[in-house]
């Protein structure tokens, strides 16, 4: 397979370059796998002409022209949420088009020119759209920002049902997990030689697997459903659904490796205890833990809690192969019930760059995985 091909690549290298790279890594702690392209970044205004508008996922992308004090032009990029989550915060496709005018801000990028993960926007009109969390900047009329995107749907029971819920989760993503793992040498230099803005396969909308299609879902929601004797987890993370299975009996050898696993459950109380095997998604992803690699021998087991409206997740992953000890996480991620919730679709489209490269005349860098402005 081709991910595995790549992989494999990585991995052969010799022991004396291995040995390098760990002495350089004792004297440098590597960032561009983690939040540090834009969380070391400036944040800064920008003001100009809107020249293109791409509203998909899994990112949302516009560029913007602006004029310098001296008349030259700089052509800047934008990238902010997902779709469905923007459209839960009230953003919508329409509300910025070609040829407006608009103000904008937000951290910069380290790694790429004239790039900017926005957090808002001051449309012509005076109103303004707020991406994340955080309050208005500039005008008392805004949209977006805090709960202000719960969309209603008056088909959905506002009486609970236990685990068997739309949830979605409280807060941005944790980013306070171990940044150097414990990995194996020649696994170390496989991370160390990943690039998530190059080698990412979601980038081309290839589907993730396990743990990623959870780990990195952002602000999208999750479902759990009764299927017989089953429980099925949707994710609005590229609509995938994984299948619970839970019956006591383990995998059996016939069981072929797949992107999302073989994943057997059972209860103890109010949790829910996940054990996820045969997992052939190559990339172990926990943010800020990009493009580890990860061996089909790889074993992840989840626990959520229930606690009245909220479902606590715990997080435990060990893969032989690749590690030299587990890694553990606990109230990794928490969420809420809420009954306006739905799960939308969440179809995902390549990015394509020709009609940036066209405006620019060069080339540009393709869209990171989506984060959480502030």
Not at 238 to 247: D, E, K, P, Q, S
């Amino acid at each position: 397979m081709k991910l595995h091909w790549f992989l494999k690549e990585k991995i052969k290298t010799s022991r004396n370059l291995i040995v390098f790279i760990l002495y350089i890594l004792s004297i440098n702690v590597h960032a561009h796998h983690s939040r540090a392209e834009f969380a070391e970044g400036a944040v800064r205004e920008i003001e100009g002409e809107v020249i293109r508008v791409v509203w998909r996922n899994p990112h949302v992308m516009f560029n913007i022209k602006t004029i310098l004090s001296d008349g030259s032009e700089e052509i800047w990029e934008l990238e902010a949420g997902d779709a469905g989550t923007l459209a839960r915060r009230g953003l919508e496709d329409g509300h910025i088009n070609v040829g407006d005018q608009i103000k904008v801000a937000g951290p910069i990028s380290t790694r790429r020119d004239h790039y900017m993960a926005v957090s808002h926007a001051l449309l012509s009109n005076g109103l303004e759209m707020i991406f994340g969390n955080s309050a208005p900047l500039w005008s008392e009329q805004f949209m977006g920002g805090g709960r202000s995107g719960i969309l209603p749907n008056n088909t959905i029971s506002l009486e609970s049902n236990g685990i068997f819920r739309v949830w979605i989760r409280m807060g941005s993503t944790p980013y306070d997990v171990i940044e150097q793992p414990p990995l194996t040498p020649e696994a170390r230099v496989a991370w160390q030689s990943y690039d998530p803005l190059q080698d990412d396969p979601v980038l081309d909308c290839i589907l993730p697997g396990m743990p990623r299609v959870i780990t990195m879902a952002g602000s999208r929601p999750i479902q759990f459903e009764e299927d017989g004797d089953n429980i099925l987890l949707h994710s609005e993370n590229f609509n995938l659904t994984r299948t619970i299975h839970m019956n006591m009996n383990g995998p059996s050898n016939s069981i072929e490796a797949s992107p999302l696993g073989y994943s057997r459950g059972q209860w103890d109380g109010n949790t829910l205890i996940v054990t996820t095997t045969h997992i052939s998604w190559p990339l172990f992803e926990l943010p800020p833990l990009y493009g580890v690699p990860q061996s089909e021998e790889m074993e992840i087991i989840e626990r959520f809690t229930l606690n009245d409206d909220e479902l606590v997740y715990d997080f435990w992953a060990y893969d032989p192969v690749n590690f030299t000890q587990p890694i553990e996480e606990f109230d990794y991620f928490v969420w809420r019930w809420d009954p306006q919730v739905r799960i939308r679709t969440n179809e995902c489209e390549v990015y394509s760059r020709s009609g940036i490269n066209n405006i620019i005349g060069g080339n540009t860098s393709p869209p990171s995985e989506m984060i959480d402005v502030p």
